[in-house]
């Protein structure tokens, strides 16, 4: 008997040194040069150098973004590491270059006037010049140079300066409240569908003060018009597209009549302070009025719910981070520098273009005038010659100067109303939700341009365990 159960824990033993061995090789093969594996959060893709150097330089020989595979949606950091390090301007085969390093992209950035952003010759055959998909993408002021984009630009950030933003606060809280309220009843909820995505449409509904009853189709618009800017287009999709513009358009039309006949308050409704341009008398003429209104939901919906959504997928992926933001969520330090993080570390808005308007050259490989160049933002972003550690999330990273909100004269008109968001809603989700708990595996919206999930489920009250401080206060 004693020999049988000492024959027993000798398997035991035996056994259990295998499995530490296998642990142990599987651990340290993900090790590679330059990452830090031990400062990984447990269960956290290791992005950085995934590929080995062979396999990484042939990934970045024949990278295209018209036929990405499977796994970049996943993941796409691998990718750009990949490219940055073994073809940082990277010519692809439609003859257009793809930007990873960050310098190379601050440089592109800042002269406005060697890389347009005006998009008619890339839109006119992906839509077709009497297109309404056309029309739209080449009114709006992210896709146009001055001096139509210093006109409309400067009109646009009038409606949306410090004291205007500021004045949305009480009501975002309010709407993120009731949501929190409602998800606490349901208790098992799609973070994107029940909360992310709510909360940017509720902020530019009442930004133009569009009637709560008529906001239901605005979300779905905006993913239409926004998918039909993907690297390929189906039919499907850009059928979908163009069918939103019109929707939209006619609906803004009739909401422009109306608030015609009934003016709302210039300082609070954007729609009339839009409609009424500014006090030097520059005024949008009809179409641009409406094409920006439509720019507007689009520019600040997807992107917005991607931050929402990502960031609380990213701190159930890094529970050292979550933990550290519980227990502070009162320091308002913390919370600004973490949604800097979110930012940074995936960019809701991964892809960007510009065109050349003269000979250029880009870290020292020459362009011609009038080639195609895609701004790699979510490459940037992980460059590690510009972020120490560019694969950890690191909530307290205090120098964070990321380009999520690109840079230069098209810079995010409303970056400083989508940090609000992002802030007010992790904050407030957390401190009802401490312990929440994905309950399966999120999906991804498979796209390359605009990074976020469709759906992710999820238990708010996870375990059900409460939460308990265990960390030192900042
Ligand atoms: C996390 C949320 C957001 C992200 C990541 C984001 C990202 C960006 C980026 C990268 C650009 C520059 C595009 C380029 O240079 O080609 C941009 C432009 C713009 N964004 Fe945002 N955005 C966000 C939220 C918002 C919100 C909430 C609004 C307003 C309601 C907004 C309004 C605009 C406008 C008007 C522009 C055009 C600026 C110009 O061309 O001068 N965005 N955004």
Redesign the pocket.
Known sequence: MLAQSSSYSFIFAALALVAAVLLFTRFASKKTPGSKVETLAPGHHLSLNEFDETKARQIAEKFDLKRLPDNFYKDPFPYYHALRSFSPVHLMPDGSYFLTRYSDIISV?NNARAFS?DKKIEFAPKYGTDSLLFEHHTTS??FSDPPY?TRV?RL?VGA?SPRAIEAMEPGLIKRVDELLDIAEKKRNVDIIEDFASAI?IE??GN?LDIPHDERGPLRQWSLDILGALEPTLTPQQQQAGEQSVKEFLAYLKDLIRRRREKPGDRDTDMLTRLMLGDPNGEKFTETELMQNCV??LN??HE??T??IGNSLVMLSEWPDQKRLLLDNLDDPNLLKTAVEEF?RYE???QL??RRSTQDVTVGGVFMPAGTLITIG?GGANRDPNQFPEPDRLDLQRSTNKHV???S????????N??RL??RIAVQRWLRRFPNYKLTGEPERNRRARFRGFGMVPCNVFGEGKEYVATQKRL
């Open positions: 950035y952003s002021l992210v984009h630009r646009l949306l940017p902020i530019i930004l720019f507007l520019a600040g992107t917005t991607n931050l930012l960019s809701s808005n960007g273009n933002m999520a909100f690109g230069g004269i098209h810079q995010c008109a409303g970056m109303l989508a968001e992002g």
